[in-house]
């Protein structure tokens, strides 16, 4: 630090000690730093007494970024480093590089006698290091703190970061900050009386407190709300204001001050999770609150798809990419949530223009933080700076009353309803009168004509008694009839059984002997059930030898009436080694081909065959041909055969053998 004295000539000898130590700066950077970017003095702020503040442009200081963030007091003050500090209003006023050091080279003049001291104001709160060195020529009584410090660590209990300067009368001063950062935050800082920081913290806590008070008492009111009617909306709501909390108390700084002051991993961990939590809450809230699940379905799919891969994006950007942009992830959601209001409204939906109204307000805000960010302060000031806070307390109270609003519609038309309702009640009520009535004459009728019966009874019952009584005399005589009736009974009911059973033998006969249709035919053979069950017996009727090993063993296998060899387990299906082995179409319809073929000598249509079986004429073509071989092979080997039955146990056809694990089945569904 310059050592300066209130005489004349010392500050004349300081004046000039300092521009010879400019001159060697100049020498060392035209000589190490060839290609460096233009630099020159920081321009002194000059701090007066009639004075309460003063913004800090950035031509009023010197930044130098030091990547490997070793570098300390006395290394920066060397020539060689020293050269390398650029003009603030020669580079960006962000740190475009987090991570790294940057050390800032300030100077202060004051001018004339300073009743107050002055303190330097860091704005941004989310510097995670800063090193305050209040006397340049040593590093003894440095400020240490930032957002991984507690919150006790400050010298002072405030939002931001505020440092004492130590400044005499007439006094010239060079101060040096060192800042580290894990985001890309600002260089914005000012200079404050005591007076202008008492009266500034009045006035910014009021507003602020006022603010929190306002987010505080719609949660309070609209969780009461649904506690007491149940609207998840309003639950939806509470989750959005308070996401709007954390974020604010994490952009102020509030929250580390007097929620988590000894947490700093609790402060990083609410920076990083409030922004994403407030697009998520909003998201689902005004998704809701639109109805866009029913009013808009396919395009609530790819808006809430949007909304989700944001909130990844958000939580992937502040965690490892570290862009710094992550405020234009919020873009595109907004703007589908936008739209899907203006469709909504344009669609009848009333409440809907309270969201566009609300976030109209909150881009405008958006606006003056994206230029923040960018490093355009033109239109930074204590408005802009606070708009968002603004524009969130005129959104959190339009999109309650939007609420009150909706359901105030909602409850307008329910109450439209329960009036349609109880009309038709009133009309119902008038029929169930007239019904009254009328049962009430019925009630009338009916006891008359109960009178009137009871006289016809009471008569009809004397009647009675006396048929009773000829009847009982002709029961006796019908007893005795009825005994020479169950004989006779018993006699007809032996000869109905016989005549059953011929009937049952001559329709055989006639199904084996002549052609019946195919309704007659199914009465015999049902089902493929029946059909299985008469081949198997057919088949097996001189009973069962194994193909394959000659055994007459077997148990019952898998697949209905198909028998399974107890030696060498081989399993033959009821339809192995016949004329249906793979068969494609219903057995009861190939029974019936078969039937009609033999009885027709082979000579059957095709296409009349595909008719009656409601078959396709390639599967009825290929069957008959199958079945005229079949009836060939019959005339030649057994002519006096004329059983169509013995047609099925015909395998000639049948090229390759059913292998021991193999069943041979038979489609159970007609082929069309």
Same mark, same amino acid.
């Given at each position: 630090?310059?050592?300066?004295?209130?005489?004349?000539?010392?500050y004349?000898?300081?004046r000039?000690r300092q521009?010879l130590?400019?001159?060697l700066?100049a020498?060392?950077?035209a000589?190490?730093?060839?290609?460096?970017?233009?630099?020159?003095?920081e321009?002194?702020?000059?701090?007066e007494?009639?004075?309460?503040?003063?913004?800090i442009?950035?031509?009023?200081?010197?930044?130098?970024?030091?990547?490997?963030?070793r570098?300390?007091?006395?290394?920066?003050?060397?020539p060689p480093?020293?050269a390398?500090?650029?003009?603030?209003?020669?580079t960006?006023t962000?740190m475009?590089?987090p991570?790294s050091a940057?050390?800032?080279?300030?100077r202060?003049?004051a001018?004339?006698l300073?009743?107050q001291?002055?303190?330097?104001e860091?704005?941004?709160?989310h510097?995670n290091?800063?090193?305050?060195?209040?006397d340049?020529?040593?590093?003894q009584?440095?400020?240490?703190?930032?957002?991984?410090?507690?919150?006790?660590?400050?010298?002072?209990?405030?939002?931001n970061?505020?440092?004492?300067?130590?400044l005499?009368?007439?006094e010239?001063q060079?101060?040096?900050?060192r800042?580290?950062?894990g985001?890309?935050?600002s260089?914005l800082?000012r200079l404050?009386t005591?007076?202008?920081i008492?009266?500034h913290?009045q006035t910014?806590?009021g507003?602020?407190?006022g603010f929190?008070?306002?987010?505080?008492?719609?949660?309070?009111y609209n969780f009461c709300?649904?506690f007491f009617?149940?609207?998840?909306?309003?639950l939806?709501?509470?989750g959005y204001?308070?996401?709007c909390s954390?974020?604010f108390?994490?952009?102020d700084g509030?929250?580390?001050?007097y929620?988590?002051p000894e947490?700093?991993?609790?402060n990083?961990?609410?920076e990083v999770?409030?922004?994403?939590l407030?697009?998520?809450?909003?998201?689902?809230?005004a998704r809701q609150?639109?109805?866009?699940?029913?009013?808009?379905?396919?395009y609530d799919?790819?808006?809430?798809a949007?909304?989700?891969?944001s909130v990844?994006?958000l939580?992937?950007d502040?965690?490892?990419?570290?862009t710094g942009v992550?405020i234009?992830l919020?873009?595109?959601?907004?703007?589908?949530l936008?739209?899907?209001?203006?469709?909504?409204?344009?669609?009848?939906?009333?409440p809907?223009?309270?969201i566009?109204?609300s976030h109209?307000l909150?881009?405008v805000?958006?606006l003056?933080?994206?230029?923040?960010k960018?490093?355009?302060?033109?239109?930074?000031n204590t408005?802009?700076?606070?708009s968002?806070? @603004? $524009?969130f307390?005129l959104?959190v109270?339009? *999109?309650?009353?939007? &609420?009150?609003?909706?359901i105030k =519609?909602?409850q307008? /038309?329910?109450?439209?309803a329960?009036h349609?309702?109880v009309?038709?009640?009133?009309?119902?009520h008038q029929v169930?009168?007239?019904?009254?009535e009328?049962l009430?004459?019925?009630e009338?009728?009916?006891?008359?004509?109960n009178?009137?019966?009871?006289n016809?009874v009471a008569?009809r019952?004397?009647e009675l008694q006396?048929q009773?009584?000829?009847?009982?005399?002709?029961?006796?005589?019908?007893?005795q009839a009825?005994?020479?009736l169950?004989?006779?009974? @018993? $006699?007809i009911e032996?000869l109905?059984?016989? *005549?059953q059973?011929? &009937?049952?033998?001559?329709q055989? =006969?006639?199904?084996l /002997?002549?052609e019946?249709?195919?309704g007659?035919?199914?009465q015999?053979?049902?089902d493929?059930?029946?059909c299985l069950?008469?081949?198997?017996?057919?088949k097996?009727?001189q009973?069962?030898h194994c193909r394959?090993?000659?055994?007459?063993n077997?148990?019952?296998?898998r697949?209905?009436?198909?028998?399974?060899c107890?030696?060498?387990?081989y399993?033959e299906s009821?339809t192995a080694?016949?004329?249906?082995?793979?068969c494609k179409?219903s057995i009861v319809? @190939?029974?019936?081909?078969?039937?009609?073929l033999?009885?027709h000598?082979?000579n059957?249509s095709?296409?009349?065959?595909s008719?009656?079986?409601?078959?396709?004429r390639?599967?009825?073509?290929?069957?008959s041909q199958k079945?005229a071989?079949?009836?060939?092979?019959q005339?030649a080997?057994h002519?006096?055969e004329e059983?169509?039955?013995?047609l099925?146990?015909?395998?000639?056809?049948n090229d390759?053998?059913e292998?021991p694990d193999e069943?041979t089945?038979l489609?159970a569904g007609?082929a069309?």
């Amino acid at each position: 630090m310059l050592l300066t004295t209130n005489s004349p000539k010392p500050y004349c000898r300081l004046r000039a000690r300092q521009w010879l130590w400019l001159l060697l700066m100049a020498f060392f950077s035209a000589t190490f730093s060839v290609g460096a970017p233009l630099i020159g003095p920081e321009q002194p702020l000059r701090v007066e007494a009639s004075r309460a503040e003063l913004f800090i442009e950035p031509y009023n200081y010197s930044v130098l970024e030091d990547p490997t963030g070793r570098l300390t007091l006395q290394d920066v003050q060397t020539p060689p480093h020293a050269a390398r500090f650029v003009l603030g209003s020669r580079t960006a006023t962000n740190m475009e590089h987090p991570g790294s050091a940057y050390w800032l080279r300030l100077r202060v003049l004051a001018t004339g006698l300073q009743p107050q001291h002055w303190y330097l104001e860091l704005f941004d709160s989310h510097l995670n290091n800063v090193v305050f060195y209040p006397d340049a020529a040593s590093a003894q009584g440095q400020v240490r703190t930032g957002a991984d410090w507690p919150f006790t660590s400050r010298p002072y209990s405030y939002k931001n970061f505020l440092m004492r300067l130590p400044l005499g009368t007439n006094e010239a001063q060079i101060y040096y900050l060192r800042l580290q950062s894990g985001s890309k935050t600002s260089f914005l800082s000012r200079l404050r009386t005591e007076q202008g920081i008492a009266e500034h913290f009045q006035t910014e806590y009021g507003l602020l407190g006022g603010f929190y008070g306002i987010l505080l008492i719609m949660v309070v009111y609209n969780f009461c709300l649904f506690f007491f009617t149940g609207e998840q909306t309003y639950l939806r709501y509470v989750g959005y204001v308070l996401s709007c909390s954390l974020v604010f108390l994490s952009e102020d700084g509030l929250g580390f001050q007097y929620l988590w002051p000894e947490y700093p991993w609790l402060n990083k961990v609410v920076e990083v999770g409030s922004a994403p939590l407030l697009l998520l809450t909003f998201g689902y809230y005004a998704r809701q609150f639109l109805d866009t699940p029913q009013r808009l379905p396919q395009y609530d799919f790819w808006l809430r798809a949007v909304v989700l891969v944001s909130v990844l994006a958000l939580l992937a950007d502040a965690l490892w990419l570290k862009t710094g942009v992550g405020i234009g992830l919020y873009i595109l959601p907004y703007g589908m949530l936008l739209y899907a209001a203006l469709r909504v409204w344009q669609r009848g939906f009333e409440p809907a223009r309270f969201i566009l109204l609300s976030h109209t307000l909150v881009a405008v805000s958006v606006l003056f933080l994206l230029l923040r960010k960018l490093g355009i302060h033109t239109f930074t000031n204590t408005y802009t700076v606070y708009s968002m806070n @603004a $524009a969130f307390v005129l959104e959190v109270v339009v *999109l309650s009353y939007a &609420l009150g609003s909706k359901i105030k =519609a909602i409850q307008e /038309s329910t109450l439209r309803a329960q009036h349609h309702l109880v009309k038709q009640l009133r009309k119902k009520h008038q029929v169930q009168e007239q019904l009254v009535e009328q049962l009430r004459q019925n009630e009338e009728l009916k006891d008359q004509l109960n009178s009137e019966l009871e006289n016809l009874v009471a008569q009809r019952t004397q009647e009675l008694q006396q048929q009773g009584e000829t009847i009982a005399t002709q029961n006796r005589e019908l007893l005795q009839a009825n005994g020479l009736l169950a004989l006779q009974s @018993a $006699a007809i009911e032996k000869l109905n059984a016989d *005549l059953q059973l011929d &009937l049952q033998k001559a329709q055989t =006969a006639r199904v084996l /002997s002549q052609e019946v249709d195919f309704g007659e035919f199914s009465q015999i053979y049902p089902d493929k059930e029946a059909c299985l069950t008469y081949l198997a017996d057919l088949k097996w009727a001189q009973g069962y030898h194994c193909r394959k090993c000659g055994h007459d063993n077997y148990c019952e296998g898998r697949e209905p009436h198909s028998r399974r060899c107890t030696r060498c387990r081989y399993v033959e299906s009821a339809t192995a080694y016949t004329l249906l082995q793979k068969c494609k179409f219903s057995i009861v319809k @190939a029974f019936y081909a078969v039937f009609l073929l033999h009885t027709h000598k082979g000579n059957y249509s095709t296409q009349e065959l595909s008719r009656v079986l409601d078959l396709r004429r390639a599967t009825c073509w290929s069957f008959s041909q199958k079945v005229a071989d079949a009836i060939r092979r019959q005339a030649a080997e057994h002519p006096e055969e004329e059983n169509w039955t013995r047609l099925l146990l015909d395998d000639s056809g049948n090229d390759a053998e059913e292998s021991p694990d193999e069943t041979t089945t038979l489609a159970a569904g007609s082929a069309h």
